[in-house]
Nanobody
């Protein structure tokens, strides 16, 4: 059973930075794609950024140029560096992992709260 554990959320002022981490219980090499989603109160969960095997990345328009997704395969960890945070970035951020042919995929972490407020 795959487990994803997020960390790094918190309260930050507008313009500040946070780095989220997602640690997987097994090798992330086995995943075809990993990503970060977020869900704000009263809104649907949305994709923020993703990284596929081979390293290609994809970002939501709202975070392009401010957020960076990366992975450390040796540590089985995916990161989301968030710079220039805005109040509208406030949400619960979830890590996601997808593996072709795995009927239990995609996997989700428990979420970490990010609050951007002065």
């Amino acid at each position: 059973q795959v487990q994803l554990v997020e960390s790094g959320g918190g309260l930050v002022q507008p313009g500040g930075s946070l780095r989220l981490s997602c640690s997987a219980s097994g090798s992330i090499f086995s995943f075809n794609a990993m990503g970060w989603f977020r869900q704000a109160p009263g809104k649907q969960r949305e994709l923020v950024a993703s990284i596929i095997s081979g390293g290609r990345t994809n970002y939501a328009d709202s975070v392009k140029g401010r957020f960076t997704i990366s992975s450390d395969n040796a540590k089985n960890t995916v990161f989301l560096q968030m710079n220039g945070l805005k109040p509208e970035d406030t949400a619960v951020y979830y890590c996601n992992a997808f593996r072709l042919g795995d009927r239990e995929s995609p996997y989700w972490g428990q979420g970490t709260q990010v609050t951007v407020s002065s």
